[in-house]
Nanobody, 130 residues
């Protein structure tokens, strides 16, 4: 059974940093897609950063480019999201997601189509105060 468990959320001041971690179990990083998504209050879920093994390319949402960095540790089966220079508009519940059939569509497609990921964690709340 595939399980994704996020951790690392919390309250931080604008300009600060947080590192989110997603512990994955029930699969190994072979042919796969994995990503971080977020949902702010009253808004739709959106893709923040996605990676697909088919292209080896990490996609980032424009508003987080240069501030967020996604990394995977295949040995530990973890996916981290380093978030720097945080802004109040980054406040949201952050979710880790994975898929093993649609990875061929590529990282950009998977981030722009939130329904493309099959497996989801329960999320971790990030609050950025101004």
């Amino acid at each position: 059974e595939v399980q994704l468990v996020e951790s690392g959320g919390g309250l931080v001041q604008a300009g600060g940093s947080l590192r989110l971690s997603c512990a994955a179990s029930g699969f190994t990083f072979g042919d796969y897609a994995i990503g971080w998504f977020r949902q702010a209050p009253g808004k739709e879920r959106e893709g923040v950063s996605c990676f697909s093994s088919s292209h080896g390319y990490t996609y980032y949402k424009d508003s987080v480019k240069g501030r967020f960095t996604m990394s995977t540790d295949n040995a530990k089966n973890t996916v981290d999201l380093q978030m720097d220079s945080l802004k109040p508009e980054d406040t949201a519940v952050y979710y880790c997601a994975a898929d093993f059939t649609r990875f061929l569509y590529g990282s950009r497609w998977l981030c722009l189509n939130t329904s493309g990921m099959e497996y989801w964690g329960k999320g971790t709340l990030v609050t950025v105060s101004s």
